[in-house]
């Protein structure tokens, strides 16, 4: 399996804001010859405050410990989301991640994923078995208003014994 295909095109990824629910959020996401990148305005009127895009993996990722990703952000604080299934509605498994205006290479295990409904943590939900993995993608929702930018330069499949260098920032 190539970074790329996780990665993919533009036109895989499916943009998800707050104005499901009211709010004014508003993002696209462009493809760059260096990656994806997720960019907008974070809106907090009407009791709005997210902005999210995902995709559904054509991949099986059986077998995996977790993920690197590189990324180069605008200081805010993203979530990457997991999911079993391609229903907005369900659990989602969710790690937190700080950007930079630098590029960053971050390792993400599973065990480090937590279970979430709507925000809101689902005590009991365990761990997202690696071969369930049907969606991934990414979202803001640090309750800070204003414009945003995260470049996804690549997003890589983790194995067992893979090197786990610690997390670089260059």
């Known amino acids: ?57 054509n991949v099986r990722l059986d077998g995996i410990i977790g993920f690197r990703l590189v990324v180069k952000g605008d200081g805010r604080c993203y979530q990457f989301r997991l999911r079993q299934d391609e229903d907005p509605g369900s659990v989602a498994w969710r790690r937190q991640f700080k950007t930079s205006a630098w590029q960053q290479e971050m390792t993400i295990l599973l065990n480090e994923f937590e279970p979430v409904y709507r925000g809101r943590p689902v ?32 997003i890589e499949p983790l194995f067992a014994g893979s090197s786990l260098d610690l997390d670089k920032t260059y």
Do not use: C
């Open 123 to 154: 005590p009991g939900a365990g761990t997202l078995p690696a071969s369930a993995i049907r969606q991934l993608g990414f979202m803001l929702v640090d309750k800070i208003e204003g414009p945003f930018q995260l470049l996804i330069r690549s």
């Open 1 to 57: 399996m190539q970074k790329s295909e996780l990665l993919g095109h533009v036109e895989h990824w499916l943009i998800l804001n707050d104005g499901v629910m009211g709010g004014l959020s508003q993002s696209q996401v462009f493809e760059m010859s260096t990656g994806v990148e997720f960019r907008g305005y974070l809106s907090l009127k009407n009791n709005g405050g997210f902005a999210s895009i995902r995709k559904t993996l």
